[in-house]
């Protein structure tokens, strides 16, 4: 009892004091030398995972409970893990979930997405969180989201812009008295937030937009709204109209998206190989 408590409690150098007594038994009951240090050896590597009885429960019963909910309730099962996955694994977490076929995880929506992901159980869909878009820290996505729930959804990305850039259209509210004054009150959300969520597709719905590609029109929309610039070296002129670039943009600022190599493959100019 005394191994037993020692393995419980994970203390190596406790469990060490057997070992002589051990090889001592097992000699003694005439058990081969190389099967006693095989299951010592065993023992001696339990003890830096092995708990007791009340833990191995406890952890037995939340492994059966979540495979059960995995199972039978896929998208709040996985709504919830991504939520608590650390950025470096959520490409395996993504892949699982694609192999499953239970549920899908889709491209941001700004009348939907916000600080979390979102499960859409009608759709059986998970928004992708806006957080996760590189440079949206927590002030920018929370004064979108404050916006929307405020003042109702956007109707489109240049409702978007005056509302969120209102300080820079001379937008007018009035006071309690009836007194109209200008909004100066400098946005947390800037054009390079703007640009993120647009390569991310977070603009697609409420812009119909039906190709990737149609994109950098709304770049356009938004530098001639703002008066902002788009780097010729991140934008080159050739690749505008191609799908890959595009998925590949998505991917970048916000760690979600897929490239269509088959596809990619069958526009490119090689060789057919047979």
Known sequence: MNLVKALSKKKIEKVRKFKDKYFEGAKKNGCPKEAA??????????????????????????????????????????????????EDKLPVLLSEIRASGTTEVVQPDINISGSNFVADYKKNCIYWSISRIKQLGPKAVTAIENERQMFGEFYDMEDFIRRIFRNKFNTKTKTEDGEEVI?????????????????????????????????????????????????EKDFPEDLLDKQYFWARKQVEVSGFGAIDYERLLDNSDMPDSN
């Not at 050896?41 to 007791?52: H, K, T």
């Not at 039978?72 to 991504?82: A, K, R």
């Open 183 to 231: 909004e100066n009150t400098r946005s947390s959300v800037n054009t390079r937030h703007l640009k993120h969520l647009i390569l991310a597709g977070a603009f697609d719905g409420v812009e119909n937009v039906k190709s990737i590609t149609e994109r950098y029109g709304l770049l356009q929309k938004a530098v001639a709204m703002l008066k902002f610039k788009l780097s």
């Open 37 to 86: 240090v095989r299951v010592w050896e065993v023992v001696e590597a339990g003890a830096s995972y092995l708990f007791n009885d009340s833990h191995a429960t406890a952890y037995g019963l939340t492994a059966y409970v979540g495979a059960w909910l995995k199972t039978h309730y896929p998208t709040p099962f996985y709504t919830v893990v991504l939520r608590d996955q650390d």
